[in-house]
């Protein structure tokens, strides 16, 4: 004993941090389901600082992802004030829906794997929601993720293990960081931040953290950058690495401690956000009545025309359902549910889109079902729902709207990227109205001047339809409204907005004058309406010949620079007239202290829904669809929009000490404003003062000077002037570098490689993996192993859709060896497991023999198992597994006697069936909530095998059959607090059983057997097994060919409601268990059977062979004992230790206590 002490104490201080925390030998786990082959193919492009993969047609997504990365790749180094050697790897997705396929991340993400090195990666990824915008973001802090990893915990093996172990970083440490570099701050956040402040609902950091640490550590970075400067960013992480404290950091780059400054951080909020609540007004229009008891968002909210009912949207973790609301009766009907409630992967807001049909009778609801678009009629009378495929081109929709009473106008995304689109339902045919690399969000039909359009949200620089490539121009700008007229069907887009800081999102048409959208210009997300008027756009000159024909120039043009002389002196006339377009004027009509959500109007019924947050409670609002004049709200700019304009004045005066380059990225001009003739232009006004209630939209360059054209028709149908396209806007928020030229002759395919995941050294007992468990085989020990040291590589391809796991564990006992190797294809929705195994061990013969040299035995088995897995969904799997498995006992030579004795040899093929269930999540380590559990099946065949001279095999008659279960509730209680219960049991039957013995506990360091309770004489058990946890005994307390046990234990870590930030480990994972165990096995019918030996004793025991005297014993045993008592657990070494102190009762008597010692978490 004192050796497996030694050795197991030298493996905790040789490895700290490496050791595997095992889980309970039953395997449970979730899945991801792979719905479409777009995997089977992936490219990659590799640039100066990344590798970049996709596959199919997100070839355009990819190439946005490898020129963001690049572009904004300076301005991160620059912020964190750190450099990586290696190359980033980014894998970029279609949507979030791929996302949620790919295998990358399957495991437990929350299992503290104690004794299990990650090799720290630089792999990431991202997806597109059809905002380029978005996709900076997610890559802005994949990166800084991934930065962030080497400057915390270090770039080689042994600074990452000693950091592990020794930095423990609050959640709002990282995850603000994160936030605070891919954007540094923006509207959002800031109404966010404001609601709260305003409510009264931060008390302090501490709190709020806990609740919220994103948000909590996102403001308080931002409140450092702003009152300490960016630089003091990297400083803070630096020297809280050095000083593996917070608290240290604050104190040496600050000068002030953490406290102190979280209440500078409240105080500066609290200041800012009350200035701006005297400056705006809050909604006094009383919310619906709709129960909402969870707080649920409305993802999409719709009024129907008639203004009698909405339909609206809730989201909880991924399960959606669609409900309408009659505003009269204040009823709601739920007509569409789907999804499943998945708090381990983000939540897909972006379906199911909602259209109410013009005719008030049908809603129309594209959601997505198995990856699959689906476009859903519902007829409101009837409840008819007639259900349909949405056309496939479609990778993702954005929104939806009914243009008639038939078609659809909708926002998608065609090959990686987002246009709009005519959708005629009755032929699921699709028209094409925008083609190009611009984002196209919200399209909305209007009928504005008694013409048939569309308004939509574009973060295009150009209202003029131009073929364009994305090359060096990036489409990450701010979005404006522009509208495009269904009748005239021109090349040209009438732009109603031009806000280079702002953005205006979510527009439709009031009537056929005025147009209402969302816009953040001032800082918060308000409501503007709008109309079109027309106006001068510029004027050109007609020079009519003496042969009848003319010609037309820009009003500026010299005639003596276009024309030569023999032209000049054939000119019979010229004249000059205006040309006449389209311009928007718009206004505020709300001036809100906290952001509108969404809108949605009922223009006939004269209703308007607004989506809003009030006292941090998602609330609908039906409002009066007003008419209020452009002159009667004045808004006032928020502090954070003033600054984000202070800060950009500051950047554009900065003198540049570099010589300057061309950049395909160029500076808006300010319009031009042309009056009635003859043409005079106006004085440009100073760009950092915009009246936003009088400007025009012009093009940011002079007009060019095209060639002449000759015009033979009369002068009113005289062709006007082209334009040159406009340039692109300053880069959104955000500066970066320069634009990356993408080469597409780079592309390479990619093949597989496989790169170590992790390496793991460690001390266990435990069954290596699932398909060792249910059977223990042999006699030895009654089926513990004593504990062994594991030695465990595993290597993944990349997007972890291969694994390949090989080990070997020695047992201390040094009488042995186990090996395996596991291989594991998960590409496909059938998720395929091969296995081998094999274990020798040696042990001393029958103990009774007076030979000089002792008898020994070599007990050898191997096993080869091949699993297939079918998920239903995420929680969900049916579980096929076929076993080979083959049991040789060699006697060992030592004499003559023993050298002729045969060999022993069992060869057995089994099959089972598994059906799983997994919803729970951890809390923290051994600390879960939700439920678990598994139904299993087998049936096992034993057969003859000969390999000599002359093959054959023979089944042998009768079969051994198992079935099963294992079910584990989790509840939490207060913050730090769980109670788990669980049932578990088998039974065996056939012409083989196996012997289950009860009592004891999972994982037991130093296992005791109970040898006076008596094994069943009959039976024909083939092997025996272990059937934890019954604490308060000794193994076999209970046997037999079935088992019944229920454990139940309460769960609680103390120190953890002493504080919040517990710097060590052992503290933080400690944890005290009260417990409760019952249990039982029998052999035959019931545990109260005649059959059951358990109240029969046989004297003397053991039995000697040929002894002509004994005496058999019969005595009354209650067949259920209890077992009850209190343990701890917590972190040591690496290793999760478990000590129990339990009392037994058995037929109504407490027995001795007794104590236990054992690894591993949960039962």
Not at 102 to 122: D, H, R, Y
Not at 170 to 176: A, N, Q, T, V
Not at 834 to 841: C, G, K, N, Q, T
Request: aromatic share 14%.
């Amino acid at each position: 004993m004192r050796k497996v002490f030694r050795a197991f104490c030298f493996s905790g201080l040789l490895l700290p941090g490496l050791a595997q925390a095992q889980v309970s030998s039953v395997e449970f786990g979730k899945n991801r389901i792979q719905y479409h082959q777009d995997y089977e193919e992936w490219s990659q492009y590799e640039s100066q600082n990344f590798i970049t993969y996709w596959y199919g047609e997100s070839r355009y997504i990819g190439q946005a992802v490898v020129q963001i990365a690049e572009y904004d790749f300076a301005s991160i180094e620059r912020i964190l004030e750190h450099r990586m050697n290696d190359k980033i790897e980014i894998i970029a997705y279609t949507d979030l829906t791929d996302v949620k396929q790919s295998n990358i991340g399957s495991e437990e993400i929350f299992l503290n794997a104690g004794g299990q090195t990650k090799i720290v990666g630089n792999k990431m990824f991202v997806y597109f929601n059809g905002d380029h915008n978005d996709l900076r973001r997610q890559i802005r802090e994949g990166i800084a993720s991934v930065y962030l990893n080497s400057m915390l915990f270090g770039s080689n093996l042994q600074e990452v293990v000693q950091n592990a172990v020794l930095l423990n970083l609050p959640l709002w440490f990282k995850d603000g960081l994160i936030g605070f570099v891919g954007e540094e701050w923006n509207t959002d956040l800031d109404g966010q931040l404001r609601d709260l402040f305003n409510s009264g609902a931060i008390e302090d950091f501490d709190s709020f953290a806990e609740k919220n640490p994103q948000l909590a550590g996102h403001s308080l970075w931002y409140f450092i950058s702003q009152q300490f400067g960016k630089s003091t960013v990297a400083n803070l992480i630096y020297l809280t690495r050095i000083n593996r404290s917070v608290e240290s950091g604050f104190l040496y780059v600050l000068g002030s401690t953490f406290s102190k400054t979280t209440e500078t951080w409240k105080s500066y909020f609290s200041q800012r956000y009350k200035g701006e609540l005297s400056l705006a007004n809050a909604s006094v229009t009383e919310p619906l009545p709709i129960k909402n008891k969870r707080n649920l968002p409305y993802t999409q909210a719709k009024i129907s025309p008639d203004g009698q009912r909405i339909a609206y949207v809730t989201n909880e973790i991924g399960q959606t359902k669609v409900f309408v609301y009659d505003l009269e009766k204040e009823e709601k009907k739920l007509i569409l549910k789907s999804g499943s409630r998945n708090p381990f992967q983000d939540p897909d807001y972006g379906y199911p889109l909602l259209a109410w049909n013009p005719n008030n009778l049908e809603l129309a609801v594209v959601y997505e079902q198995r990856d699959v678009p689906k476009l859903m009629l519902y007829q409101r009378a009837t409840g008819e729902k007639l259900v349909e495929d949405l056309s496939t081109q479609y990778q993702r929709t954005y929104s939806i709207d009914y243009l008639n009473s038939t078609d659809l106008v909708l926002s998608a995304a065609v090959r990686g990227f987002s246009d709009i689109f005519i959708y005629f339902t009755k032929t699921r045919q699709t028209q094409r109205i925008t083609q190009d690399f611009w984002d196209d969000l919200d399209a909305r039909a209007v009928n504005l001047g008694n013409r048939r359009g569309i308004i939509f949200s574009s973060n295009r620089q150009d209202s003029i339809f131009v073929t364009e490539r994305m090359d060096t121009i990036l489409p990450i700008t701010t979005f404006d409204l522009f509208y495009f007229a269904l009748d005239s069907r021109g090349n040209e887009l009438i732009r109603l907005t031009r806000t280079p800081d702002a953005d205006e999102r979510q527009p439709f048409g009031v009537d056929t004058t005025w147009f209402s959208y969302l816009g953040d210009e001032n800082g918060v997300v308000n409501r503007y309406q709008g109309y079109l008027e027309d106006y001068i756009h510029h004027y050109d000159r007609f020079v009519r010949f003496s042969n009848g024909t003319y010609l037309t120039f820009h009003v500026d043009s010299a005639l003596t620079t276009q024309l030569d002389s023999t032209a000049l002196t054939q000119i019979d006339s010229s004249w000059l007239e205006p040309i006449w377009k389209e311009r928007a004027i718009t206004y505020p009509v709300t001036n809100l202290n906290h952001n509108i959500l969404a809108q949605h109007a009922a223009p006939k019924a004269g209703k308007l829904l607004l989506t809003q947050t009030r006292d941090q409670k998602n609330k609908l609002i039906v409002e009066t669809l007003g008419d209020q004049g452009k002159d009667s709200i004045q808004l006032q700019a928020s502090i954070f929009r003033e600054k984000q304009r202070a800060a950009v004045d500051r950047q554009k005066n900065q003198p540049s000490i570099l010589p300057p380059t061309p950049s395909p990225i160029l500076e808006e001009k300010e319009p031009v404003q042309i009056q009635a003739p003859p043409p005079q232009i106006e004085e440009k006004k100073d760009s950092a003062s915009i009246d936003i209630d009088n400007y025009l939209f012009q093009s940011e360059f002079d007009e060019d000077e095209l060639p002449s054209v000759l015009i033979t028709e009369e002068p009113a149908e005289a062709t006007p002037l082209q334009r040159k396209q406009e340039s692109a806007a300053p880069v959104k928020k955000k500066t970066g570098g320069t634009v990356l030229e993408f080469n597409p002759s780079r592309i390479i395919p990619y093949r597989l490689k496989f790169r170590t995941d992790f390496l793991t050294t460690q001390i266990d007992n435990a069954p290596l993996f699932d398909g060792l468990n249910s059977f223990a085989g042999t006699p030895v020990d009654f089926g513990f192993l004593p504990p062994g040291i594991l030695l465990k590589a595993n290597f993944k391809d990349l997007f972890e859709d291969y694994e390949l796991e090989g080990g070997i564990r020695i047992p201390t006992t040094f009488n042995g060896a186990e090996y395996f190797l596991v291989f594991e294809n998960k590409k496909k929705r059938i998720d395929r497991q091969y296995a081998v195994y094999r274990r020798a061990l040696r042990f001393p013969g029958d103990t009774r023999v007076t030979t000089p040299i002792q008898p020994r035995s070599e007990n050898t088995t191997f096993l080869a198992l091949t699993q297939w897995r079918y998920p239903f969904d995420i929680f969900t799997s049916l579980r096929a597994t076929a076993t080979y498995r083959m049991d040789n006992t060699t006697q060992l030579a030592t004499d003559t006697i023993s050298l002729q004795t045969p060999s022993y040899r069992e060869n057995r093929l089994g099959l089972r069936l598994e059906y799983v269930f997994d919803n729970t999540y951890d809390v923290s380590i051994n600390m879960k909530d939700g439920l678990r559990y598994k139904f299993f099946a087998e049936v096992v065949k034993r057969f003859d095998l000969e390999l000599g001279d002359q093959f054959s095999a023979s089944f042998a008659k009768g079969f051994m059959g198992v079935v099963g279960l294992d079910a584990r509730y989790y509840q939490r209680l207060l913050k730090h607090s769980v109670f788990a219960v669980r049932l578990a049991g088998a039974t065996s039957f056939g012409s083989e059983k196996i012997l289950y013995y009860v009592g004891g506990v999972d994982s037991w360091l130093f296992p005791r057997f109970d040898s006076n309770i008596p094994a069943p004489t009959t039976g024909n058990f083939a092997y025996q097994a272990v059937a934890p946890n019954l604490r308060g005994f000794q193994m076999n307390i209970r046997n037999g060919n079935s088992y019944l046990l229920t454990n139940a234990e309460l769960r609680m870590a103390p120190f953890r409601y002493l504080s919040r930030n517990l710097r060590s480990n052992f503290l933080r994972n400690f944890q005290i268990v009260g417990f409760l165990d019952i249990g039982t096995a029998w052999q035959g019918p019931t545990p109260f059977t005649d059959e059951n030996p358990l109240n029969t004793k046989i004297i003397p025991d053991p039995l000697p062979p040929g002894t002509p005297i004994w005496v058999k014993v019969k005595y009354f045993r209650d067949p259920i004992v209890v077992g009850y008592g209190m343990g701890f657990r917590t972190l040591l070494f690496g290793y999760f230790f478990r000590v129990d102190y339990g009392w037994g009762i058995e037929t109504r008597e407490v027995q001795k206590p007794r104590l236990y010692f054992a690894l591993g978490t949960d039962f």
